[in-house]
């Protein structure tokens, strides 16, 4: 700035105005300076809250910075990871994650099969088949649906999904032995939860496939159905396998819903109607009792913490890459 | 040759009603996520509706289901907002103004933009387990002395901040401010992005530094925008339920924060206002899911008047944020 200052300076003599110009200049650069510094450092709180995460994590599950011992260094890797009982809270302890992670699978995977197919099948209706108008009328309620507190969906799939959806069918009907507590009514919650998050992402990929070849199959006799199926959706399929991990990865950290729903009894057994734990309810669940801070069931907390966070974060990588590698491009 | 064409025709009505099947499929499968909404608005009015009054508004949580209210957790709830709001929605605009108008295009901005994205995919039990050991424990580093205070005098009132911080309001709205800082910065950014380059360049043209450009141009014509964003990201942080569980707000509470319960508290005793923010609280959330955990079933019916609450809180917001929305989309044109 001061080099564009001093030609419109050299015609005024006297060094007063000079002098006082450069200076108002300088401190107004100053303050713009600051700003951006402050601007600067907000941005960077994201960064700070990532290396907050990981740190707190890792010095409480794996290597101890602060005084005390980490999760890891009282508790092997292979009992964590091959031990069959995660019985934290008993004399004799065991720490094996895999009875969590079984539960978390279970309750996952009945939320994915509920919630892939109905999403992707939204998605469809959304892009290829529904008039613009009735797009303005759905596309607000799934987000309604979106906006709904986890914990509502966790008082929905206790008081109304198991006593007048799971008990009267499987039970009464089909005899199954169907708990207060269970999997299923957890899972069915979780795959409605996902299911906005899939039709929106889905839909915008499916819209961005270009209209040019629509027509072409349309051209060579495709049906609708030809179309949408074997033109459209395969075009789209890197967008729509991204919305699927993304869809996963939330329904794998879903806490509320699975707290209320699932039970709080750590097993190996996939049966959907057994009263079961999944990590995060884990997490809730003992912080919700009086662990002393410091002993090793509480530090287990902090070793589930991690595992979750790592599976979330290496599906959603996963779902960024695919992404970004398969992603046609048109013109 | 007529017989080929039976075939092409029988072919072609089969791959007509495979193409109607799969049309009435993906109609259901959408109106499904409808049909599920009512079911469960129609079994939370049928469960609560007769539970919302005055008494349930007004009173504490109780040890009988028929007495019990949900004036702690609605207290709970406006302080804890009030915070989250205060500390994340200047972070995060400024945040996202750094990302849209300053940040160049280097290594350090490309691994900001990456974070944001894995940050908003974090599920929020584990920011409830970084909340827990930043805030409520700083990781243990004041275990050994007792009742720590920091006490800031300020003009009317004195600030007494214990450390670590605790199972307080502070810790909560911190804790709930991180997780909704990456929404923020989203939605400010989308906001910021949609406000023409013409505009900054008038700006320019006519010798405004760039904060001014940014002061007096661009953020009052994003302002709508980033409203709207804002405002679904603290609605998200209104039902956010498993971080405050995580780092204990409490369960059972028979008082306000700051024993504040309306304006006439504020008269009768200021300092409850600085007391407040350092005060145990609970949520409307937290209330929702202690009941809906209770053994006796007649508490469901004061978790399904909770939920009323909670969503009428929500839909007055989202409305708010679609009015906002639509007046300023008339009004701005470029």
């Known amino acids: ?331 | 040759m007529s017989r080929t064409e039976d075939i092409f025709d029988a072919r072609l009505r089969g791959r007509h009603r495979l193409g109607r099947a799969f049309h009435a499929a993906c109609f259901l499968s959408t109106w499904f996520g409808l049909v599920v909404l009512l079911v469960l608005l129609i079994c939370i009015f049928w469960q609560g509706a007769g539970w919302v009054n005055w008494d349930f508004l007004t009173s504490f949580d109780s040890r009988h289901p028929e007495k019990a209210g949900i004036l702690a957790g609605i207290w709970g709830t406006v302080w804890l907002i009030f915070f989250t709001a205060l500390f994340s929605i200047p972070m995060g605009v400024g945040a996202a103004i750094y990302l849209e108008e300053y940040a160049t295009d280097n290594w350090l901005t490309r691994l900001i933009q990456v974070n944001l994205s894995n940050l908003a995919g974090v599920p929020s039990i584990v920011y409830g387990i970084l909340g827990l050991t930043v805030f409520v424990r700083m990781f243990g580093m004041f275990d050994g002395q007792k009742d720590l205070v920091l006490r800031i005098p300020l003009l009317v009132m004195t600030l007494d901040i214990p450390l670590p911080f605790g199972r307080t309001v502070l810790s909560g709205a911190l804790t709930l401010s991180l997780l909704i800082l990456p929404v923020v910065i989203v939605a400010s950014r989308e906001a910021l992005r949609a406000v023409p380059a013409s505009i900054r360049h008038g700006s320019y043209a006519l010798g405004a530094t760039q904060w001014q450009t940014i002061r007096h141009q661009v953020l009052p014509a994003s302002l709508p925008g980033m409203m709207t964003g804002v405002i679904l990201a603290i609605s998200r942080a209104i039902g956010e339920t498993a971080p405050l569980v995580i780092i204990g707000a409490l369960s059972y509470v028979a008082f306000t924060p700051g024993d504040i319960a309306g304006p006439a508290d504020v008269l009768r005793d200021p300092q409850g206002v600085a007391r407040a923010p350092f005060d145990y609280f609970t949520t409307i959330t937290i209330m929702i899911y202690n009941w809906v955990s209770r053994p006796k079933t007649e508490y469901q019916h004061a978790a399904a008047a909770g939920i009323l609450v909670l969503l009428f809180v929500l839909l007055i917001l989202n409305a708010a944020a679609i009015v906002i929305r639509h007046r300023y989309q008339k009004w701005i044109r470029w």
């Open chain 1, 1 to 331: 700035l001061r080099g564009d200052d001093v030609p419109t300076d050299s015609g005024t003599p006297g060094p007063t105005p000079d002098r006082s110009l450069t200076r108002q200049v300088s401190v107004a650069r100053v303050k713009e300076q600051f700003i951006r510094l402050i601007l600067f450092l907000c941005a960077l709180a994201s960064i700070v809250t990532t290396v907050a995460i990981i740190f707190v994590l890792v010095n409480e599950a794996i290597f101890a910075v602060t005084p005390g011992t980490a999760f890891f260094q009282e508790v092997s890797l292979k009992e964590f990871f091959t031990s069959t009982r995660w019985e934290p809270q008993y004399d004799e302890k065991h720490f094996g994650v895999m009875p969590l992670v079984a539960g978390t699978l279970l309750v996952a995977g009945i939320a994915a099969v509920i919630g892939l197919p109905l999403g992707l099948a939204s998605s469809i209706y959304l892009s290829e088949y529904a008039s613009p108008q009735a797009r303005n009328i759905i596309k607000p309620i799934l987000e309604l649906l979106a906006g709904i507190p986890t914990v509502v969906y966790g008082y929905f799939a206790l008081v109304f999904v198991t006593p007048y959806l799971l008990r009267p069918v499987f039970q009464d009907w089909l005899g199954f032995s169907v708990d207060v507590f269970n999997a299923a009514s957890a899972g069915i919650v979780v795959g409605i939860m996902i299911i906005p998050t899939i039709s929106s992402l889905s839909e915008d990929v499916l819209r961005s496939v270009p209209r040019g070849l629509r027509e072409a199959g349309y051209a060579l006799g495709s049906t609708k159905f030809d179309v949408s199926v074997k033109i459209v959706v395969p075009a789209a399929l890197s967008g729509i396998l991204a919305s699927f991990l993304l869809a996963i990865s939330r329904a794998i950290g879903e806490t509320m819903a699975v707290v209320i729903a699932a039970g709080q009894s750590p097993n190996l057994s996939l049966n959907p109607f057994r009263n079961t734990e999944t990590m995060t309810a884990y997490i809730v669940n003992m912080s919700l009792g009086d662990t002393p801070v410091g002993s090793i069931a509480y530090k287990s907390l902090y070793a589930v913490a991690l595992s979750l966070f790592v599976i979330t974060l290496l599906m959603n990588i996963g779902s960024q890459f695919i992404l970004r590698r398969f992603r046609e491009v048109y013109q």
